[in-house]
C-alpha cells in the first residue's frame, strides 16, 4: 500500500489549502483513515480522522470548525480542506491509513506534505 500527499504549501493566515491523499489501493480496505502533522519540535498529532465505510469523522479541538476531512472512496483519495489557517497550523501533514486483517492492525503512513502558514 502507497499513500501518497498532495496540496501542502506556504500560505497566508486567514487563507485555505486542500490536502489530497491518493491510495495506492481501495480506500475501502481499510478501517480508518487519518491525517496527522509534526511541527518543529514537536510529537506528531492527530488532526482528523475518518472511517472508510460509514464516514464517521473526529477532529481534534485545535482545527474543529475550520479543517473538514473527507473521502471519496471512487476514486481511493482523502482530502483535508484546511480554512481559516493561522501560523500555528504549520507543519509536514501525514496520511493515515489503518486496517485490521487476519487478527493483526497495519498502519501506513504517506510521506508527508509541508504547510506553512505565515503571518
Known amino acids: 500500500v502507497q499513500l501518497v500527499e498532495s496540496g501542502g504549501g506556504l500560505v497566508q493566515a486567514g487563507g485555505s489549502l486542500r490536502l489530497s491523499c491518493a491510495a495506492s489501493g481501495s480506500t475501502f480496505s481499510f478501517n480508518v483513515m487519518g491525517w496527522y502533522r509534526q511541527a518543529p519540535g514537536k510529537q506528531r498529532e492527530l488532526v482528523a480522522d475518518?472511517?472508510?465505510?460509514?464516514?464517521?469523522?473526529n477532529y481534534a479541538d485545535s482545527v474543529k470548525g475550520r479543517f473538514t476531512i473527507s473521502l471519496d472512496n471512487a476514486k481511493n483519495t482523502m482530502y483535508l480542506q484546511m480554512n481559516s489557517l493561522k501560523p500555528e497550523d504549520t507543519a509536514v501533514y501525514y496520511c493515515n491509513a489503518l486496517k485490521y486483517f487476519s487478527g493483526s492492525f497495519y498502519n501506513f503512513w504517506g510521506q508527508g506534505t509541508q504547510v506553512t502558514v505565515s503571518s
Open positions: 475518518i472511517t472508510s465505510g460509514g464516514g464517521s469523522t
